[in-house]
């Protein structure tokens, strides 16, 4: 029933494509790759609201990730194309129409698009300036039509609901590609592998250590011990090469009063704090999508 549109189906679906070897380079072009897939099946009058919220998600899960600079093409009929005129210029329109709703210069590729419908093309740029094929969004007017899909519409009649595929990332694969060199590893602290490093100063405060580790996991926080026995220089040192956004020296003291010494990196020391204190304003850094030192107490946001 038309009550019962706009129907949403997401996927994570491995695929796999033949790549010369040649062409293969690194994690941006694989043989085998993951991509966030999605259909929506929509109402004629329902296509430019349904592209509009793509749109607004692909924008919103970018800019999380600190990609602003794309570029954007949008790919009109080609020659050879299934549907009739009437559906290609409403599709076209929609697509045009969220465009500029949404603010977005874009390109147009004339003739561009796939024989079953036109699209948008969204392309992240990297640290070094380089485009890659990232978001997509693309009507179909052809798959409806071959598995015979049919919805029943105000007046009883019977009709063809308009297909909507979109990825957000495109290639997983890809994307984490282009993210590392863009942060050139250096991860903010609620997208670090590792957020937090503990470093005690003798044997002694492992113990400790592994406490607060597992009181962190408790929270969501991916927490180490370097338990190698280094040097305290060392071992500082270690966590900067490392990329490490949060380092904590713990020693006899520190064992006694519950306590961590912060270093931030790049920042250097930050103080001593409880060890809730800290778990409490790291987990309110990484719910606020913010550095460690942009909270002042666990309700702040940045």
């Not at 994690?27 to 793509?54: K, Y």
């Not at 998600?57 to 970018?62: G, T």
């Not at 009929?77 to 709703?101: C, F, H, M, N, Y």
């Not at 007017?141 to 595929?165: A, C, G, Q």
């Amino acid at each position: 029933s038309y009550r019962d549109l706009p129907l949403r189906w997401a996927e994570l679906g491995t695929v796999y494509r033949y790549e010369r070897s040649g062409t293969l380079h690194g994690l941006m072009r694989v043989r085998g790759f993951t991509q966030d897939d999605a259909h929506i099946f929509c109402l004629p009058e329902q296509l430019s609201d349904e592209i509009r919220g793509v749109l607004d998600l692909i924008e919103s899960v970018l800019s999380r990730f600190g990609f602003s600079d794309y570029e954007i093409m949008l790919s009109t009929r080609p020659q050879e194309s299934v549907g009739s005129d009437e559906i290609w210029t409403k599709a076209t329109s929609a697509l045009k129409e969220a465009l500029t709703l949404k603010g977005w210069e874009y390109s147009v590729d004339e003739g561009g698009g796939a024989f079953y419908g036109p699209k948008i093309d969204i392309k992240i740029r990297d640290a070094i300036g380089r485009l890659w094929q990232c978001s997509t969004v693309q009507c179909d007017f052809n798959l409806p039509e071959r598995f015979e899909m049919e919805y029943v519409d105000r007046t009883s009649s019977r009709e063809r609901p308009i297909m909507v595929h979109r990825a957000i990332f495109g290639s997983i694969e890809r994307f984490f590609g282009v993210l590392i060199e863009s942060y050139a590893g250096e991860f903010p602290l609620w997208l670090a592998p590792v957020q937090l490093r503990l470093l005690p100063v003798t044997s002694d405060a492992l113990d400790f250590c592994y406490d607060v580790k597992k009181q962190a996991a408790t929270k969501g926080l991916r927490v180490e011990v370097d338990a190698s026995g280094e040097r305290l220089g060392k071992l500082v040192r270690n966590a900067e090469t490392d990329q490490i956004p949060l380092a904590a020296v713990v020693g006899k003291k520190e064992m006694e009063e519950k306590t961590l010494s912060l270093r931030a990196r790049k920042v250097g020391d930050v103080g001593t704090s409880s060890v809730d204190q800290i778990l409490e304003r790291m987990q309110s850094a990484v719910q606020h999508y913010c550095s460690y030192d942009q909270v002042t107490d666990k309700e702040s946001k940045c």
